[in-house]
């Protein structure tokens, strides 16, 4: 599973709101139906109740499960999205082009392919990190929880006189 394309949909189902719910029902992340949830979750070995898809890792979860499983039905990630929007007949109307395509998923099958290619657009060009060594500085504020450090011990400095 494409954690790119996970992230494009649950930007797109519920601009990442755990508690979404919309107007058909669905609900959480990912905006699953409660009969689709139940089966999901189930598979998942988790119990299903009505605050389960409210769960953000039990609908991301049944989310990845179901993406898994249309994957496995459809090479097409357009018709895997038209379905997991629709479901299956919406799906054979987006194979189809047919004008009984819901509206929504009309929208929403080309928002959420947009949004996956500028998030993988964006992570292909992201330069490497630049890490810091911070651990080698054991006296940087901030480096503990408990508090400031105390200071650390003066280091006495070799004699720069001469014997003789």
Not at 62 to 76: E, G, W
Not at 91 to 115: C, I, K, M, S, W
Not at 130 to 146: N, P, S, V, W
Request: overall charge negative; aromatic content about 8%; cysteine-free.
């Amino acid at each position: 599973m494409d954690p790119l394309l996970l992230l494009a949909i649950g930007t797109v189902e519920s601009h990442y709101e755990t508690r979404a719910t919309s107007h058909a029902d669905a609900r959480g992340l990912y905006q699953i139906w409660p009969s689709t949830g139940r089966l999901l979750l189930r598979s998942l070995g988790w119990e299903y109740d009505e605050a389960a898809l409210f769960d953000p890792e039990k609908n991301t979860e049944a989310a990845a499960l179901y993406l898994d499983i249309l994957f496995s039905t459809y090479a097409d990630p357009a018709l895997v999205l038209a379905e997991y929007n629709g479901g299956p007949l919406n799906a054979g109307y987006f194979r189809a082009h047919v004008g009984q395509l819901a509206e929504e998923t009309r929208n929403y099958v080309p928002q959420v392919l947009d949004l996956h290619a500028r998030l993988r657009e964006q992570f292909d060009r992201a330069e490497a990190p630049q890490l810091q060594l911070m651990h080698l500085d054991a006296h940087r504020e901030g480096k503990t929880l408990a508090g400031p450090l105390p200071a650390a011990p003066a280091v006495p400095q070799p004699s720069t006189r001469t014997r003789r």
